[in-house]
């Protein structure tokens, strides 16, 4: 089955010479199949009669045309489709009456549209785009009996209401102007504001507007809203982001309650170790982003990670990823860390009410410092003392190191393309050679070269940024939460291409994130924070990955394990068998 998807925000037929009308073998021999729309200028590609050659795809200076094919057993299975070019959807995830059930994949794939399609906001025309509306014993009758035909019949026949929590937190300052608790106010179908506010910490940030929240303020106030509609279904994207392991558990801990109550919930999360303890069921889909997507049966948590991880969906015989992403057991680090690039000591900083200090320490050559700790601690003010961008009130650092620093929060108001935003911050270091190659094309920035800056999504731009950060001259490179947004494969290339960067080039980097598989794949050593959040901080080490790990967990109170098959991380059940002995024995990472 051959698909053949125009990207509509890529083509620009006043730019090019119609190149994959022109160089297509059948339009050459007098075949309609590809058609210049007389209107736009942009192609028709027919699928029928399409050889898939792949000549339009290659010679398009846009690269704006996917040609793929598809395995012949989802004939059939096809649940909606946009336009005859257009991003199509194969099956659905089942929403279940009290369960959190998981979907793993990554960003492009339909997810957006399948939470549509199971609202009822728009109805699944079963891959005929010329049909407003079927009938909905035909939609149904498309669907084997089972949990999600019965779900679909509650839809069809009643309608049924859903609650979402957005992925993109950011943009909602701009939606709204008003502070947290009339937002909170307006949503309130239970009058459980102040309980859920007391649930998330977020009572202190209630009077104040959005647009002065953190990004973990605005996380938890957007997961508070949702909370409290009164909805049959609901849908949390990306729940975790900007929150720190302490506030990722309590956030398990509400959602899986919410399901206990008889309601259906529907997760999307690229932490896996959350998305491990969360959900009791798990759907992976795989694709072609913005080509297709394809959502698999429902299956145990660990199998679907598992099978992710490997890049290998033995039910379906379909491989969704070059390699396996790996985590190496019992490792040893830091053999070929070399001499220190930074050095600090004693620093002090005041900040209203906040307090940070720190002891002796030092980041050295190739080696990658993993920064974690709870929110509103100090990690970001310390980075920015070592980036120059505020001074200390005591202490010293050595400031020889030349830095390039990625910020918490990305943005651009850069008017050009992505190459033309590359080609200004780094020249043309980015086109060829290693760089490209560990950097640009593992972060897969290579696609995006042709989209306007101002108009990537949150990963594309995140994306971006930290190729910026990684292609400039510097000694120390810092990146705060590079994994926001990316989903967890390209939250794993990441990590693997800010310690190759490292290694090859003998650089230092400095990481905050609260990914605990991001942190495991990319650090050396952490630099471990304690304190009260919003009022002091205690910056120590850096500590040996192991030694650090230890004292951080203890203070989340939380045991990891690794993985029988996969040495993967996995959160112990609280006051289970192993937990209990992992606290008991100190050791909180990777006890055997």
């Not at 549209?113 to 906001?121: E, H, K, S």
């Not at 729940?239 to 398990?252: G, Q």
């Not at 033995?314 to 992403?325: A, L, S």
């Not at 620093?405 to 990305?410: A, D, L, S």
Request: net charge negative; charged share 30%.
């Amino acid at each position: 089955m051959r698909v053949a998807v125009l990207l509509e925000d890529r083509c620009q037929p006043k730019k090019c010479n119609a190149e994959c009308w022109a160089f297509c073998p059948p339009v050459r021999n007098g075949i309609e199949c590809i058609v210049l729309d007389d209107s736009s200028g942009k192609p028709l590609v027919s699928e029928p009669l399409c050889i898939g050659c792949g000549i339009c795809v290659v010679k398009c200076p846009f690269d704006a045309l996917i040609i793929t094919n598809l395995p012949e057993e989802l004939d059939g299975e096809m649940t909606h489709r946009y336009g005859e070019n257009g991003f199509r959807l194969f099956r659905l995830p089942a929403p279940r009456e009290e369960q959190v059930v998981g979907i793993l994949g990554p960003n492009g794939m339909g997810k957006s549209t399948a939470v549509n399609l199971l609202a009822g906001t728009i109805q699944p025309n079963l891959g005929d785009w010329t049909i407003n509306s079927r009938e909905w014993e035909e939609v149904l009758e498309s669907f084997p009996r089972g949990e999600l035909r019965d779900y679909l019949s509650l839809v069809a026949s009643e309608g049924v209401s859903i609650a979402v929590k957005p992925q993109y937190i950011d943009k909602l300052p701009k939606i709204f102007d008003g502070d947290v608790r009339e937002l909170l106010e307006r949503v309130d179908d239970r009058d459980q504001l102040q309980e859920y506010a007391e649930l998330l910490a977020i009572n202190h940030v209630l009077g104040r507007k959005l647009g002065g929240l953190s990004g973990g303020e605005l996380q938890r106030v957007a997961i508070c809203a949702t909370l409290l509609k009164e909805a049959e279904v609901y849908f949390f994207d990306e729940p975790s982001s900007y929150l720190d392991i302490h506030e990722r558990m309590r956030v398990v801990k509400i959602i899986q309650d919410l399901a206990e109550k008889g309601k259906r919930v529907l997760v999307v999360e690229h932490d896996l170790a959350i998305l491990d303890v969360l959900c009791g069921l798990l759907h992976v889909v795989y694709g072609e982003r913005a080509a297709y997507g394809i959502f698999t049966p429902p299956r145990s948590t660990r199998t679907a990670i598992n099978s992710y991880l490997d890049g290998f969906l033995p039910e379906e015989n379909i491989r969704i990823r070059d390699k396996p992403i790996s985590f190496l057991r019992g490792r040893t680090r830091g053999e070929d860390i070399g001499s220190p690039i930074l050095k600090w000591g004693g620093i002090e900083k005041t900040l209203g009410d906040f307090r940070l200090e720190t002891g002796e320490g030092e980041v050295k050559s190739a080696e990658v410092v993993g920064v974690v700790g709870p929110n509103a601690t100090g990690k970001t003010t310390l980075v920015k003392i070592i980036a120059g961008e505020i001074d200390p009130d005591e202490g010293w650092c050595t400031m020889d190191a030349k830095v390039s620093y990625k910020p918490q929060h990305v943005n651009t108001d850069f008017e050009g393309t992505v190459q033309d935003w590359l080609d200004t911050e780094l020249g043309n270091k980015w086109r060829t050679g290693e760089f490209n190659t560990q950097v640009i094309r593992t972060l897969q920035v290579d696609r995006m070269l042709e989209l306007r800056a101002k108009k990537l999504s949150g990963g594309e731009l995140q994306a971006v940024s930290i190729a910026i950060c990684l292609g400039k001259e510097a000694d120390l490179y810092l990146l705060d939460e590079p994994s926001a947004h990316l989903d967890a494969n390209a939250r794993m290339e990441a990590a693997k291409a800010i310690r190759r960067t490292m290694e090859s080039n003998e650089k230092a980097a400095m990481v905050i994130d609260h990914d605990i598989y991001f942190i495991d794949i990319v650090s050396d050593s952490l630099l471990v924070f304690e304190g009260e959040g919003g009022q002091n901080g205690d910056a120590i080490g850096p500590l040996s990955l192991r030694k650090g790990m230890n004292r951080f967990l203890s203070e989340v109170g939380v045991t990891f394990r690794r993985d029988h098959d996969s040495h993967r991380p996995r959160i112990n059940k609280t006051d289970s068998v192993k937990d209990r002995e992992q606290k008991a024995s100190g050791e909180y990472f990777y006890a055997e």
